[in-house]
């Protein structure tokens, strides 16, 4: 009789609350901070961070990351991955505050297969406000829709396609996209490294009284520069037959990219997660 195979989980889940660099007023890499990493066998991590502040451009209140692997407690769910990116108090240059800004991503991965279940939930902005108004967020926390059948990839699935397709169109009416936005958004890459890859948002739209124009998730505030919401990145790759493997995701919650009054990038509130299943 042959042996059975066991299968074996890799975790891997990474936080962190705040990274970036500035060009203008002052030259300064915003290093990663409070940082968590999730060592392969699981476990739990979390870190904390308070009174941050870069001069007068970028500061926030308090803010914390946790990240967690640990077998799954409900049936089908064999491995859990958590990863969570909170921040309180953010403000950056007095034009783009929050009060809380919470990333939020949990994986579930087969006992038999390799493609997850996801779930953002948790996923939020707190009074996020632009030039001190409100700025009106209409999140899809349920992207991704249900887990394919059969172990398919999410960028297979029908349904998860159409609501790309519809941000992309929407982003890409942007009269002052930048370029690198631009190649971000528009479609599904290919390439030996990564089979499947597509940029998208958990936002479909975001909108308000504040000085800019808004498609999607993307704003340009004029004299600013352009800020992005929950942006959110699916790789799928290392694939076995039609299977991936590894299904990578990365979310930052907001992305300032300033160029006008100051300079630089600023990422707030980022999480990721894969881990990987063998044989």
Sequence with gaps: ????????????????????????????????????????????????????????????????????????????????????????????????????????????HPPDGYVPHVTFLGTRFENLRIAGHSVDVDFDLDLFGSKPDGDAPYTKSQSFQEKIARQHGEVQKHTNLLEELVQR??????????????????????????????HGHVIHVPDFGTISLANLRLEQSDYKDSVPKKTTIRLSMLEANMGCIAAGRVSAANGKTNGASAP
């Design 1 to 108: 009789m042959a042996e059975e195979v066991k299968t074996s989980h890799l975790y891997h889940a990474e936080a962190t609350v705040l990274h970036g660099h500035l060009t203008l007023p002052l030259v300064q890499t915003i290093e990663q901070q409070a940082h968590a990493l999730l060592p392969e066998q699981g476990g739990y991590i979390s870190q904390q961070a308070n009174d941050f502040r870069v001069e007068g451009v970028v500061s926030f209140k308090s803010a914390y990351t946790q990240v967690a692997g640990n077998p799954g407690s409900k049936p089908g769910h064999k491995w859990t991955t958590l990863a969570t990116s909170v921040v309180e108090g953010l403000n950056i240059l007095d034009v783009v505050t929050a009060d809380r800004i919470v990333a939020q991503i949990s994986v579930d």
């Design 185 to 214: 958004y528009t479609g599904f890459s290919r390439s030996v490294e990564n089979p499947e890859a597509v940029e998208c948002s958990l936002v479909n739209q975001a909108g308000g009284a504040f000085p800019g124009r808004c």
